[in-house]
Nanobody
Framework: QVQLVESGGGLVQTGGSLRLSCAASGRTFSSYAMGWFRQAPGKEREFVAAISWSGGSTYYADSVKGRFTISRDNAKNTVYLQMNSLKPEDTAVYYC???????????????WGQGTQVTVSS
């Protein structure tokens, strides 16, 4: 089973950028599609982005399309989320997970990491 540690969150002003990282343990990392989710206070956890096991295909929620970029480095067992043009509504705890798609939806596999807090000030 893959274990995950997210990092890179912080406080940034509107329009700023952050790069999140998710380090995975386990030799099977490169076998999984990986995704990022986020959970804002008082809201349900929602899908943000996903990337295929090879990195050749990426998928985004409409709310972040054109601003966020997901990538991965299988040699480093790490998946990244580059976040540009941040908005206050992007404020949330961000989590990564191994994922699987069912139709047009993405679902996490296994357990979550501890998450990393992103706060965007207006």
């Amino acid at each position: 089973q893959v274990q995950l540690v997210e990092s890179g969150g912080g406080l940034v002003q509107t329009g700023g950028s952050l790069r999140l990282s998710c380090a995975a343990s386990g030799r099977t990392f490169s076998s999984y599609a990986m995704g990022w989710f986020r959970q804002a206070p008082g809201k349900e956890r929602e899908f943000v982005a996903a990337i295929s096991w090879s990195g050749g295909s990426t998928y985004y929620a409409d709310s972040v399309k054109g601003r966020f970029t997901i990538s991965r480095d299988n040699a480093k067992n790490t998946v990244y989320l580059q976040m540009n043009s941040l908005k206050p509504e992007d404020t949330a705890v961000y989590y990564c997970a191994a994922v699987r798609s069912y139709g047009s939806s993405w679902y996490p596999l296994g357990s979550w990491g501890q998450g990393t807090q992103v706060t965007v000030s207006s």
